[in-house]
Protein backbone atom coordinates (compact mmCIF):
# COMPACT_ATOMS: atom_id res chain seq x y z
CA UNK A 1 0.00 0.00 0.00
CA UNK A 2 1.54 3.34 -1.12
CA UNK A 3 1.60 5.86 1.63
CA UNK A 4 -0.68 8.61 0.51
CA UNK A 5 -2.78 6.33 -1.58
CA UNK A 6 -6.89 6.45 -0.13
CA UNK A 7 -6.53 2.52 1.18
CA UNK A 8 -3.93 3.70 3.06
CA UNK A 9 -5.82 6.50 4.54
CA UNK A 10 -8.68 4.28 5.06
CA UNK A 11 -6.08 1.73 6.86
CA UNK A 12 -4.88 4.21 9.14
CA UNK A 13 -8.43 5.94 9.92
CA UNK A 14 -9.87 2.53 10.69
CA UNK A 15 -6.44 1.44 13.25
CA UNK A 16 -6.83 5.12 14.92
CA UNK A 17 -10.41 3.60 15.49
CA UNK A 18 -9.13 -0.15 16.81
CA UNK A 19 -6.74 0.12 19.71
CA UNK A 20 -6.11 -1.13 22.98
CA UNK A 21 -8.27 1.62 24.71
CA UNK A 22 -11.36 0.86 22.74
CA UNK A 23 -11.23 -2.21 24.76
CA UNK A 24 -9.33 -1.47 28.10
CA UNK A 25 -10.96 1.85 29.23
CA UNK A 26 -8.80 4.28 31.17
CA UNK A 27 -8.74 3.10 34.88
CA UNK A 28 -10.74 4.95 37.30
CA UNK A 29 -9.06 5.14 40.81
CA UNK A 30 -11.15 5.21 44.03
CA UNK A 31 -11.52 3.77 47.55
CA UNK A 32 -8.09 2.20 47.63
CA UNK A 33 -9.15 0.11 44.38
CA UNK A 34 -8.31 0.53 40.59
CA UNK A 35 -11.01 -0.04 37.99
CA UNK A 36 -10.29 -0.91 34.32
CA UNK A 37 -12.99 -1.41 32.25
CA UNK A 38 -13.12 -3.75 29.59
CA UNK A 39 -15.52 -4.04 26.55
CA UNK A 40 -15.47 -6.08 23.19
CA UNK A 41 -15.05 -4.59 19.61
CA UNK A 42 -15.02 -5.58 15.98
CA UNK A 43 -15.24 -4.16 12.66
CA UNK A 44 -16.05 -4.91 9.05
CA UNK A 45 -15.20 -2.89 6.26
CA UNK A 46 -15.49 -3.26 2.59
CA UNK A 47 -14.31 -1.56 -0.45
CA UNK A 48 -14.79 -0.37 -4.39
CA UNK A 49 -13.13 0.14 -7.06
CA UNK A 50 -13.56 1.41 -11.19
CA UNK A 51 -13.07 1.52 -14.72
CA UNK A 52 -12.64 3.81 -17.18
CA UNK A 53 -11.88 3.64 -21.30
CA UNK A 54 -10.77 6.18 -23.33
CA UNK A 55 -12.57 7.99 -25.93
CA UNK A 56 -12.48 5.89 -29.03
CA UNK A 57 -9.76 6.95 -32.03
CA UNK A 58 -10.63 9.18 -34.62
CA UNK A 59 -11.74 7.38 -37.63
CA UNK A 60 -13.20 4.50 -35.81
CA UNK A 61 -17.30 3.88 -36.18
CA UNK A 62 -17.40 4.82 -32.59
CA UNK A 63 -15.68 8.26 -32.92
CA UNK A 64 -18.66 10.57 -31.87
CA UNK A 65 -19.44 8.00 -29.05
CA UNK A 66 -17.66 10.08 -25.70
CA UNK A 67 -16.90 6.90 -23.52
CA UNK A 68 -15.04 7.13 -20.01
CA UNK A 69 -15.96 5.34 -16.73
CA UNK A 70 -15.93 5.97 -12.81
CA UNK A 71 -16.27 3.96 -9.41
CA UNK A 72 -15.85 4.47 -6.28
CA UNK A 73 -17.33 2.70 -2.69
CA UNK A 74 -16.25 2.16 0.67
CA UNK A 75 -18.25 1.06 3.80
CA UNK A 76 -17.76 -0.21 7.20
CA UNK A 77 -19.84 -0.66 10.35
CA UNK A 78 -18.67 -1.95 14.11
CA UNK A 79 -19.89 -2.66 17.14
CA UNK A 80 -18.27 -1.71 20.83
CA UNK A 81 -19.65 -3.44 23.84
CA UNK A 82 -19.09 -3.70 27.55
CA UNK A 83 -18.20 -7.06 28.56
CA UNK A 84 -16.98 -6.58 32.40
CA UNK A 85 -14.10 -4.89 34.60
CA UNK A 86 -10.78 -5.95 36.27
CA UNK A 87 -10.89 -4.18 39.93
CA UNK A 88 -7.35 -4.06 41.24
CA UNK A 89 -7.09 -3.93 45.41
CA UNK A 90 -4.35 -5.09 47.31
CA UNK A 91 -5.44 -8.73 47.30
CA UNK A 92 -4.94 -8.96 43.90
CA UNK A 93 -7.13 -8.61 40.99
CA UNK A 94 -10.64 -9.76 40.18
CA UNK A 95 -12.78 -9.87 37.13
CA UNK A 96 -16.46 -8.91 37.01
CA UNK A 97 -18.45 -9.87 34.03
CA UNK A 98 -21.67 -7.35 32.78
CA UNK A 99 -24.15 -9.16 31.41
CA UNK A 100 -25.87 -8.06 28.08
CA UNK A 101 -29.32 -8.46 28.38
CA UNK A 102 -30.01 -7.58 24.61
CA UNK A 103 -27.55 -10.30 23.32
CA UNK A 104 -29.24 -12.77 25.65
CA UNK A 105 -33.00 -11.91 24.94
CA UNK A 106 -32.05 -11.73 21.07
CA UNK A 107 -30.26 -15.00 21.72
CA UNK A 108 -33.36 -16.33 23.47
CA UNK A 109 -35.62 -15.49 20.65
CA UNK A 110 -33.42 -17.44 18.02
CA UNK A 111 -33.12 -20.61 20.47
CA UNK A 112 -37.27 -20.33 20.44
CA UNK A 113 -37.50 -19.82 16.68
CA UNK A 114 -35.65 -23.35 16.22
CA UNK A 115 -37.20 -25.27 18.78
CA UNK A 116 -40.91 -23.90 17.45
CA UNK A 117 -39.44 -24.85 13.56
CA UNK A 118 -38.31 -27.99 15.28
CA UNK A 119 -41.44 -28.94 17.20
CA UNK A 120 -43.42 -27.78 14.02
CA UNK A 121 -41.67 -30.60 12.31
CA UNK A 122 -42.14 -33.04 14.45
CA UNK A 123 -46.15 -32.32 14.76
CA UNK A 124 -46.55 -32.94 11.58
CA UNK A 125 -44.40 -35.79 11.10
CA UNK A 126 -46.32 -37.92 14.07
CA UNK A 127 -50.25 -36.46 12.20
CA UNK A 128 -48.81 -38.20 9.19
CA UNK A 129 -48.05 -41.41 10.10
Known amino acids: ?3 GSFLHRAAEG ?3 VID ?3 VYG ?5 HNRTVIP ?15 TTPPE ?22 IAPVGYIVLEEGGAEWKRI ?12 VLLVWLRVLRYWIKAKLNT
Open 1 to 3: MEP
Open 14 to 16: VAG
Open 20 to 22: SRR
Open 26 to 30: DPVEA
Open 38 to 52: VSTTWWCGGGGGGEG
Open 58 to 79: EGSEEAGAKKDGSGGGFGGFGR
Open 99 to 110: VDFDYLASLGAF
